[in-house]
């Protein structure tokens, strides 16, 4: 089942705040965060684990709410380098790694001066 | 520093010709994956292998198929390519460990089938 992710697109100026929001209809063991530039592949930001543990980004926070099966990615003070689609994805089954990651449809961010 | 290579990025192919995408890692990772990524339709799975000679179908295998002879080699083939598989592909690799493992992709492959 594919995450949902919310809004679908977001434009901000320059220095303001951005939440983008993930949700699956199934438990987690784990949530991962994206960023895809246009004609670029996806580079990792962060990782959430369950049990709390957050492995990643130093400028973009994130949370991970097991109980709802949801997480938020969080920009502050967004910077002009902070555009592209923003992908969150969770482990297809049972978090091992052998069975790749589902990804949501992601989330347009675009920031202007 | 982890790399995920893939040979080509920009193929143009004719209807009905059979496509190779190559990818080769070097992080020696169990796991390899192909995805396929469509505007509104974000990155969805076609096949992955967590060993030599092993693979599996991920959400979207037909038309397609995948080889793995060695570690760090992960091929997808299109048997006959037609219109709808134009799109663009990405080869990912990933370690085999419990939690906090995430994946690498590739650079991506842009395929064009006329």
């Known amino acids: 089942q594919q995450p949902v992710q919310s809004p679908q697109a977001v434009i901000l100026r320059e220095g303001e705040d951005a939440v983008i929001n993930c949700s699956s209809s199934?438990?987690?063991?784990?949530v991962h965060w994206y960023r895809q530039k246009h004609g670029e592949a996806p580079v990792f930001l962060m990782i959430?684990?369950?049990?709390?543990e957050q492995k990643g980004h130093d400028k973009i926070s994130a949370s991970f709410n097991e109980k709802k099966q949801q997480s938020s990615l969080y920009l502050t003070a967004s910077q002009l380098s902070y555009s592209g689609t923003y992908f969150c994805g969770t482990d297809r089954y049972s978090g091992g790694g052998a069975d790749g990651l589902t990804f949501g449809k992601g989330t347009h961010l675009i920031i202007q001066p | 520093d982890v790399k995920v290579t893939q040979s080509s990025r920009y193929l143009v192919k004719r209807t009905g010709e059979k496509v190779f995408l190559e990818c080769v890692q070097d992080m020696d990772h169990e796991n390899m994956f192909w995805y396929r990524q469509d505007p509104g339709l974000g990155l969805r799975l076609i096949y992955f292998s967590y060993d030599v000679k092993m693979k599996e179908k991920g959400d979207i295998p037909e038309g397609y198929s995948v080889s793995r002879e060695k570690k760090e080699r992960f091929s997808l083939i299109l048997e006959s390519a037609s219109t709808n598989q134009t799109s663009m592909y990405l080869c990912?690799?990933?370690?085999?460990?419990?939690?906090?493992?995430?994946?690498?992709f590739g650079e991506g492959s842009w395929l064009t089938v006329v």
């Open positions: 199934k438990a987690l063991y784990s």
């Open positions: 990912a690799s990933r370690a085999q460990q419990l939690g906090g493992n995430t994946i690498y």
């Open positions: 959430l684990l369950k049990g709390g």
